[in-house]
């Protein structure tokens, strides 16, 4: 113990296991001569400071709340305020008071319902895409996201549209960030259209980033800070993992700054954002239907076969031991590698939403905080088998020329979409825990 702050092997383990995965990445590289040590180095660098910035220098001044210190201001105030049109548009289902007696079979013991997921927890994705769309258009995101692009492209020395790109994914999502370089994707190498598609990978987009945060509140420690941070954490890994596998081995054309997307006025970008947000509202609800449907068939069919290990089967627990040593190398403890590993497996099967509603229902006193903190960063990200299909869909629209490229390179965005939102959740596993616990 150091001033307060502990730290032991899990902790070092962690720093080992970053330095396994980036073995493991050059091992099966296409040019194992061509080792990018130097940006690998730079990442690692720019991902510890990262950390440090947005939890190290807030401990310092003192500032931050506890895990049970209640409802972080910000999604208190978009769940409020989602709430308040909810509860207009949707009556009683938007503003959970349903407590009428035709309707008091579905009340729970404190007299209310639960909370219908796709009319008061979904909202929030128009409201922060509408909210998003406005502060792009006033300039404001686009100057967050330019500055973000500057560091990734003086610290890791990749082109301007590369860079811009991978920047832009910790805000918006997988398919609408590359919109802001399409003028250069026909000219861009491999090696860069891979670092682009395992940034989509490795982030989560800011609409959806504040549903997770509000399922998890009370579960982890300022949890749209972690949220944010993982997918800071996850953008120079995405970048570093991805010439690790394939090094750049041209010379980029994609050079010049792109022109962004624009609206035409405050009022557009709001309704095209809110609009935009409820395509994704549609599209996560069919989704989650679906997964959770074959979810349910698949443990269904597991409970023909013999108990293992004094417990019945299901596909949870299978995934986790596939990916319990994976989880146990960035830092999760033996005993709970497993039941890690089970949530990373569901998000890389299924979606990452399933794996943060499944994380979100894990009981404070079943899950070890700092293991749910590093799980919490390792399934942050859009790397899973459906989001294959989404994104080769949407950049072959917008450069078909390009499409073999894209579909070659498939399979290595999502081993290093996966690989890099683990490095985030080891950057986190190496730190005492007490540095994120706001305490």
């Known amino acids: ?239 570093s993992v991805a010439l690790t596998l394939i090094p750049e081995t041209e010379t980029s054309r994609a050079t010049d700054q792109p022109a962004d997307f624009k609206y035409s006025s405050t009022m557009d970008a709001f309704s095209t954002g809110a609009t935009d947000g409820l395509k994704i509202v549609f599209n996560i609800a069919t989704m989650l239907i679906a997964a959770l449907a074959l979810l349910y068939l ?18 949870e627990r299978i995934l986790g031991w596939i990916f319990a040593p994976l989880m146990y190398m960035i830092g999760v403890p033996l005993d709970e590698a497993a039941k890690s590993g089970g949530l990373m497996g569901v998000k890389t099967v299924l979606t990452e939403f399933v794996a943060f509603i499944q994380l979100a229902n894990v009981p404070l006193e079943d899950m070890d905080p700092r293991t749910r903190m590093i799980t919490a960063h390792a399934v942050c990200g859009f790397a899973n088998f459906g989001s294959v299909g989404i994104l080769l869909g949407g950049l072959s629209i917008m450069e078909p020329e390009r499409r073999d490229d894209f579909m070659k390179l498939a399979w290595h965005t999502l081993l290093a979409g996966t690989l890099a939102t683990c490095l985030s959740g080891a950057v986190v596993g190496s730190l005492p825990y007490e540095l994120f616990s706001r305490g």
């Not at 305020?81 to 309707?103: E, M």
């Not at 698949?298 to 596909?315: M, T």
């Open 298 to 315: 698949v443990n269904e069919g597991f409970k023909a076969v013999p108990d293992v290990a004094g417990a019945p089967l299901s596909i």
């Open 1 to 239: 113990m150091l001033d307060g702050y502990t730290w032991g092997w899990d902790n070092g383990r962690a720093l080992i296991g970053i330095v396994l995965i980036y073995a493991f990445c050059w091992a099966i590289s296409a040019n194992r001569k061509a080792l990018p040590w130097k940006i690998i180095l730079g990442a690692t660098i720019l991902q510890f400071s990262f950390a440090f910035l947005f939890f190290g220098v807030p401990k310092l001044l003192g500032l931050g709340g506890t895990v049970e210190g209640g409802d972080n201001p910000v999604v208190k105030a978009l769940v409020d305020a989602t709430r308040y049109g909810t509860s207009f548009v949707y009556g009683y289902v938007g503003d959970n008071t349903l407590v009428a007696q035709p309707f008091t079979p579905f009340t729970t013991a404190e007299g209310l319902v639960p909370p219908s997921f796709f009319f008061q927890i979904l909202p929030l994705i128009i409201v922060v895409a509408a909210l998003s769309a406005m502060l792009w258009h006033w300039g404001i995101l686009k100057w967050i996201t330019n500055a973000f692009a500057f560091i990734f492209r003086r610290t890791m020395g990749i082109s301007g549209p590369t860079s811009l790109a991978v920047s832009a994914n910790v805000f918006m999502g997988m398919t609408e960030a590359p919109l802001l370089i399409r003028p250069y994707l026909k000219s861009m190498t491999r090696s860069e259209l891979l670092i682009m598609m395992t940034a989509g990978f490795a982030t989560i987009a800011g609409s959806v980033m504040v549903v997770y945060a509000t399922m998890l509140d009370g579960k982890l420690p300022d949890p749209i800070t972690q949220l944010f941070v993982a997918s800071m954490i996850a953008a120079p890994a995405a970048v």
